[in-house]
């Protein structure tokens, strides 16, 4: 129960520490952030459908790739598609009677859900060992220290703290890099949707949101970490 202890109040600092130092990677947000709405002004709208839900969770993908992981964005995009598959087979046994044991019989539903979590675990501890590795080598330059994954593996080497007050190990990280590969694509790419949703149906408060990022692009410039805080209706509209 120690460990477990020790295991949550870590992350917990690590997960402080990405959200402090996530102001450093708001320009990587912003990019990803203008090559969607660039697609999007490019396709004439009047000829073509936009499936926005599933263009956000796109976005939302890269932005986690880009940001948490760093340079290992090509291996992330991948461990994204098989979690995709993964929920929608988990969608189809919903409602399901349930049948004791019926998960360990080798059927071919069964076999495909376990191919696709040991590729998601071998992706992600590839990932892991690549950036350990470029550690080792002191490659910063694709180290990405500050990120998610660089805070997670400083947790596991102990570095700069005490080898008795650590206990993260690499099934923690891998077990954490996937919930946060899941979970963090998911909440974005669905809050978003609804957001821009219930914009559309109240034109109103559409045009209010839309002055007031216009007002503060006039005032400082393109968007900044630092200027989202003055962004009050837009905070409104996705609490």
Same mark, same amino acid.
């Given at each position: 129960m120690r460990s477990l202890c020790r295991v949550e109040r870590h992350f917990d600092a690590i997960v402080y520490s990405f959200l402090v130092i996530g102001q450093s990677m708001f320009p990587i947000m912003s990019r990803c952030t203008m090559e969607i709405i660039e697609r999007w002004s490019s396709k004439d709208l009047k000829r073509h459908e936009i499936d926005v839900f599933t263009e956000l969770k796109t976005l939302s993908a890269d932005i986690i790739a880009r940001t948490a992981f760093g340079s290992s964005y090509a291996e992330a995009k991948q461990i994204f598609e098989l979690q995709q598959e993964q929920m929608l087979l988990a969608s189809k046994i919903q409602g399901r009677p349930f049948i004791p044991g019926v998960r360990f019989i080798p059927t071919a539903f069964n076999r495909r859900c376990w191919r696709i979590e040991k590729s998601i675990e071998e992706l992600t501890l590839r990932?892991? $060992?690549? *950036?350990?590795?470029? %550690?080792?080598?002191?490659?910063?330059?694709? @180290?990405?220290?500050?990120?998610?994954?660089?805070?997670?593996?400083?947790?596991? $080497?102990? *570095?700069?703290?005490? %080898?008795?007050?650590?206990?993260?190990?690499? @099934?923690?990280?891998?077990?954490?890099?996937?919930?946060?590969?899941?979970?963090?694509?998911?909440?974005?790419?669905?809050?978003?949707?609804w957001t821009l949703m219930l914009l559309a149906a109240h034109p109103e408060w559409q045009e209010r949101v839309r002055e007031e990022v216009r007002t503060a692009c006039d005032a400082f410039g393109f968007p900044t970490s630092d200027s989202l805080h003055r962004l009050k209706l837009v905070g409104v509209c996705l609490a």
């Open positions: 990932v892991i $060992e690549k *950036r350990t590795q470029c %550690r080792k080598l002191d490659q910063h330059e694709d @180290a990405h220290d500050d990120d998610l994954l660089g805070l997670m593996i400083d947790a596991m $080497e102990h *570095r700069g703290m005490e %080898r008795r007050t650590m206990s993260m190990g690499m @099934a923690d990280i891998i077990g954490e890099s996937k919930t946060f590969f899941a979970a963090g694509q998911e909440t974005s790419s669905t809050c978003m949707s």
